[in-house]
């Protein structure tokens, strides 16, 4: 079943992907934020469809489409030890503070929280990391 949400009208193309912030000020005297203020909170969210329905928006200046939203975690990182495809596992982000690094985005990935609970879809070849880790990338798709 897909889960319907309100994005802006920019927005509001199949593939673009968002992160869920939460409800903001402007949201307490809306009158659709149920049908807006409806994914949790940090998860990343990739739009499948729009539908040609639209309602104004005090937070965007604008108008707000409805759209059909599924859960997209970006690819990230994970040590090879413990990486198996299949495998259910508790998100631990890698302590580093490397920015420069080529491989910062998939050790530091927006849109997955610690402690989050995904499922390893597929692997990758272990990266070259300068600070020694043992890590691969890897697909993932959130398990409720």
Same mark, same amino acid.
């Given at each position: 079943?897909?889960?319907?949400?309100l994005v802006g009208?920019?927005?509001?193309?199949?593939?673009?992907?968002?992160?869920?912030?939460?409800?903001?000020?402007?949201?307490?005297?809306?009158?659709?934020?149920?049908?807006?203020?409806?994914?949790?909170?940090?998860?990343?969210?990739?739009?499948?469809?729009?539908?040609?329905?639209?309602?104004?928006?005090?937070?965007?200046?604008?108008?707000?489409?409805?759209?059909?939203?599924?859960? +997209?975690?970006?690819?990230?990182?994970?040590?090879?030890?413990?990486?198996?495809?299949? +495998?259910?596992? +508790?998100?631990?982000?890698?302590?580093?503070?490397?920015?420069?690094?080529?491989?910062?985005?998939?050790?530091?990935?927006?849109?997955?929280?610690?402690?989050?609970?995904?499922?390893?879809?597929?692997?990758?070849?272990?990266?070259?990391?300068?600070?020694?880790?043992?890590? +691969?990338?890897?697909?993932?798709?959130?398990?409720?």
């Amino acid at each position: 079943m897909a889960q319907i949400t309100l994005v802006g009208e920019r927005q509001a193309v199949p593939g673009h992907e968002f992160v869920y912030r939460g409800p903001q000020p402007e949201c307490r005297e809306c009158r659709v934020k149920a049908a807006c203020l409806n994914q949790e909170v940090g998860r990343r969210y990739r739009v499948t469809k729009t539908r040609n329905v639209s309602h104004p928006c005090l937070l965007n200046e604008e108008r707000v489409r409805v759209v059909e939203v599924e859960a +997209a975690p970006p690819e990230c990182s994970l040590p090879t030890r413990g990486a198996v495809e299949g +495998a259910l596992v +508790a998100y631990d982000p890698l302590v580093c503070a490397n920015a420069a690094c080529p491989h910062f985005r998939l050790c530091h990935p927006v849109g997955i929280e610690p402690g989050a609970r995904l499922r390893i879809l597929q692997i990758g070849p272990e990266l070259d990391c300068p600070l020694g880790y043992e890590i +691969a990338p890897v697909r993932v798709a959130y398990s409720e």
